[in-house]
């Protein structure tokens, strides 16, 4: 029986070694029915053009600009879902993946008509003993999502439930079809909670999403979004604290029918607030103005019907 054909989306932004990792372990993945397509999302070091011509045979797709997770993954899904393929992996560049994880997520989903997506069991790298995301729950009174089993020794006995509410976006096998329904990225988000508005868009539809803990990749935790170096204001970006805070409010805003509107709203007052103080005592304004700033920009970001 011949495979169904799988495109698998990297991003390269700034991380060379990262990218050239992925890369070849995806090399020596085992599913042979599968087309890489490189997207270099506006960097400024060179590395983009280098992966190229390091590796001629993947589909190459240059931005001038960084146009975020979301602009970045869009870009070549548009190319995709003009070609002939019946699943698309998005897979973070800051990941290793063993050689059997794709042909164990496409049986999956070969075997469950009702799932849009699945993703791998995802160890930490390099702790490769210690879980970083076994999918994910939310608690829809006050709209927090929770990432399963993280920090837990993996175990190949571990019981881990093969459905999940949400999927995190560092590994996600969808259904082109299912797309074609769903839409694409809302490119509202640029980076952060993108995942969890596609998987709440997914199930909307009645589809179900799921994990597969055989299927095993690592994952260099924010390898591309943490700075180069520590300063005063810690090493991860004003700008990430920002599009978090943001993104939470906007998401609230977004699907409003599926989350308790006074729970929610406290929430995010008491996360606001703990942020604030936090920062301040830190001396860290750079991102207590940035976490302001996501406030006012979430309030007055009008959703889209995506």
Request: hydrophobic share 40%; proline share 3%.
């Amino acid at each position: 029986m011949k495979e169904p054909k799988i495109a698998i989306i990297i991003i390269n932004w700034n991380t060379y070694q990262l990218t050239f990792n992925c890369l070849k372990s995806l090399k020596a993945c085992t599913y042979n029915n599968k087309t890489i397509f490189l997207v270099d999302n506006g960097s400024e070091d060179g590395s983009g053009d280098k992966i190229a011509l390091e590796f001629p045979d993947i589909n190459f797709i240059k931005n001038e600009i960084n146009e975020g997770f979301t602009g970045a993954n869009n870009k070549a899904l548009k190319v995709i879902l003009k070609q002939n393929f019946d699943y698309v992996l998005l897979l973070n560049n800051d990941t290793v993946v063993k050689p059997n994880f794709l042909s164990l997520l496409e049986a999956r989903m070969d075997s469950d008509q009702n799932l849009a997506a699945t993703q791998p069991l995802i160890l930490d790298f390099p702790n490769k003993n210690t879980i970083w995301n076994a999918g994910g729950s939310f608690n829809s009174f006050f709209c927090l999502f929770k990432t399963r089993c993280k920090g837990m020794i993996y175990n190949p006995k571990l019981k881990i439930d093969t459905y999940t509410q949400w999927i995190s976006g560092c590994c996600i096998l969808v259904k082109i079809a299912v797309i074609k329904k769903v839409g694409l990225l809302d490119n509202r988000f640029f980076i952060y909670f993108e995942d969890a508005d596609w998987s709440i868009r997914m199930t909307n539809l009645g589809y179900k999403l799921g994990v597969v803990p055989e299927s095993i990749i690592y994952h260099h935790s924010s390898g591309s979004n943490v700075k180069n170096n520590t300063s005063s204001e810690g090493n991860l970006s004003p700008y990430s604290h920002y599009l978090n805070v943001r993104n939470h409010i906007y998401l609230i805003k977004k699907h409003s029918f599926l989350f308790n509107n006074l729970g929610s709203w406290l929430y995010q007052i008491f996360k606001i607030f703990s942020y604030s103080i936090y920062f301040i005592l830190r001396g860290r304004l750079g991102k207590f103005k940035m976490v302001w700033r996501g406030v006012l920009d979430g309030v007055k970001i009008k959703t889209l019907n995506t």
